[in-house]
């Protein structure tokens, strides 16, 4: 089975430009979580997506947002980017049967904001 | 919200010792707790994990014990491998439509030869 996809893998934007990633999850999965990985703060949950509806939120401003296709595949936005956006971009796929808690990672997008 | 305190946040031993990585949470609702190993430049890898009805659970050379009571969770790694050599990330998750994770600030695990 494939595992979870992320593109673009590395991204360069200035700031107050937008920017859209995505991730598709293992096939079957229909849970898609979005997290931000920086030195000093960690891993920091974003948001989940389920059937196509935003299931959780994490504490993060309005700018991130995020959407889910009937595909499970999913997107993230982040409009009016500042430099402490500049971050890895981690999605995490979960819902097979019988392990439904189990998240696994994509290999995340390198995004950096000048 | 849930809060994870991991420690330490560095750890060096030596190959073939064992180690130690502990963890405690505040939301008493917490019912799974997983654990993820990054190498440099790679994505978190799971590579345990234990739910609340379990005290203790045991893979090879990696064990998981969990106390409910004192809302604390450990990694145990025994006779240590330079490939062990990593960032070890603790979670904790309310599951269900709450499964988002929340994780501990990671551990650098160094293994010297």
């Known amino acids: 089975k494939a595992g979870v996809t992320q593109t673009p893998r590395y991204l360069i934007k200035t700031r107050g430009q937008q920017v859209t990633l995505s991730c598709s999850p293992i096939?079957?999965?229909?849970?898609v979580s979005w997290y931000q990985q920086t030195p000093g703060q960690g891993l920091q949950f974003l948001f989940e997506y389920f059937s196509e509806t935003q299931r959780n939120k994490g504490n993060f401003p309005g700018r991130f947002s995020g959407r889910q296709f009937s595909n499970s595949r999913s997107e993230m936005n982040v409009s009016t980017l500042e430099l402490g956006d500049s971050a890895l971009y981690l999605c995490a796929s979960s819902g097979a049967w019988g392990h439904l808690n189990e998240q696994f990672f994509g290999p995340g997008t390198r995004l950096t904001v000048l | 919200g849930e809060n994870v305190e991991q420690h330490p946040s560095t750890l060096s031993v030596q190959e073939g010792d064992s180690a130690v990585i502990k963890c405690t949470y505040s939301d008493s609702a917490s019912n799974y707790f997983p654990w993820y190993k990054q190498e440099l430049g790679k994505r978190p890898q799971l590579i345990i994990d234990i739910r609340s009805n379990v005290g203790e659970k045991k893979d090879q050379r990696i064990a998981v014990t969990l106390n409910k009571t004192a809302k604390h969770f450990s990694l145990h790694i025994t006779e240590t491998q330079p490939e062990d050599s990593a960032v070890y990330f603790c979670a904790a998750s309310k599951g269900g439509s709450q499964g988002n994770l929340i994780f501990g600030k990671g551990t650098k695990l160094s293994v010297k030869p």
């Open positions: 096939s079957g999965h229909r849970s």
